[in-house]
């Protein structure tokens, strides 16, 4: 949320994306770091959970010497001297007054709305949409598999042959081919847009999960089709790096206003994690025994997905959160047009 608001609107969705490169990055570290010939055994186990706390550390010393956002500073705290001084550290430069006068006309535009809490944000009607897209967006990004294809691709790798201890050498390559297409992401993302990516994600991994589920099926009787499972594998994980995994923290940040927007993230978190939760509780008690026809599931929720991003998500790249909001609300009136047009 802070990266979204203190960012340029020409380089938003790459700022954005920037903090889920870390996370993998993060995700790659301590795969690595816990392979057996380096810290992950019984014995060192306690250096690898004592390194955690360097990254805390580095936070402590320099959360401090960022700056507040200068949208709650002019917009919530109604202070424009210190947003503007904000403003000049965070860009470098001294002369910041066009994105001045774009937090001003935010500020006149959502004076309306007010502070809204969560409640208020829920059952406020003009942002049902917005907020509709979110749970869309965040429940697609988790039940359309990819919790699925990690707890499944340990048994598919080993159904090719790779040896136990081989199996995490394979998990940190994917956690490198992630970085790498999360990487391409922040530099496209601002000129290719984040509809297209959310869409060509969802539609990658909709595909992947048909493959997946024919190949896994036709392995008992054609056996190098375990080679063509791992392929497919490797397929989805690259697709929900396009699109899905870095995109909807994008998308809440840039389809709520001031007033609103802390209330959606947490929203968004909420359903996130409670999803996250479950989704992890379920997969305790399921067998290793693969599904294929499971993944034929995983299929129809990344096609309803896409279905429903491809009709009721605008694209939102390289517009101010103004313009971002005129144009959902323009979008949803033809939407709303075409219906009663259609009942008629």
């Keep these: 949320m802070y990266l979204g608001e203190m960012s340029p609107h020409n380089l938003r969705g790459g700022v954005i994306v920037v903090s889920h490169f870390f996370i993998t990055f993060g995700v790659l570290v301590a795969q690595a770091l816990g392979l057996h010939v380096v810290l992950g055994t ?29 949208r709650y500073l002019l917009i919530q705290k109604g202070d424009e001297e ?29 004076k309306p709305e007010k502070q809204m809490s969560m409640c ?13 897209s979110i749970f869309v967006m965040t429940l697609g990004q988790h039940l359309s598999g990819l919790n699925t294809i990690h707890y499944y691709a340990e048994v598919i790798y080993r159904s090719t042959g790779v040896q136990e201890d081989n199996v995490r ?44 589920a024919m190949a896994l099926e036709l392995q008992s009787t054609i056996p190098w089709m375990c080679y063509f499972s791992t392929a497919f594998v ?11 995994s870095p995109i909807p923290r994008v998308m809440v940040a840039e389809m709520f206003l001031q007033s609103s927007r802390a209330s959606a993230f947490m929203t968004s978190e909420i359903v ?47 517009k101010t959160f103004v313009e971002i909001r005129k144009l959902m609300e323009d979008h949803m009136a033809r939407k709303s047009l075409g219906k009663m047009q259609l009942g008629k």
Excluded at 88 to 102: G, T
Excluded at 281 to 289: A, E, R
């Design 82 to 110: 210190e947003a503007r001084k904000a403003l000049q550290k965070l860009r470098e430069r001294d002369e910041v007054e066009d994105e001045i006068e774009e937090l001003r006309m935010e500020d006149d535009f959502e």
């Design 272 to 318: 996130h994690w409670v999803t996250h939760f479950f989704l992890d509780m379920l997969f305790l008690h399921m067998t290793v025994d693969i599904k294929p026809y499971s993944f034929l599931v995983l299929l129809f929720i990344c096609m309803a997905t896409y279905a429903y991003i491809y009709r009721m998500v605008p694209e939102t790249k390289k």
């Design 120 to 132: 208020k944000l829920v059952l406020c009607r003009s942002q049902q949409w917005q907020l509709l």
């Design 42 to 70: 019984r014995r060192d186990w306690p250096i690898l959970l004592f390194l955690t706390c360097i990254p805390a550390l580095f936070q402590v010393f320099l959360l401090p010497r960022f700056p507040e956002s200068p």
């Design 234 to 244: 490797i397929l989805y994980v690259i697709g929900h790096s396009v699109g899905p």
């Design 169 to 212: 050498y394979i998990t940190v390559m994917i956690s490198a081919t992630v970085i790498f297409i999360t990487t391409i992401t922040i530099f496209v993302v601002d000129s290719s847009g984040r509809r297209t990516l959310l869409l060509t994600g969802f539609g990658i991994c909709g595909i992947s999960c048909i493959l997946l």
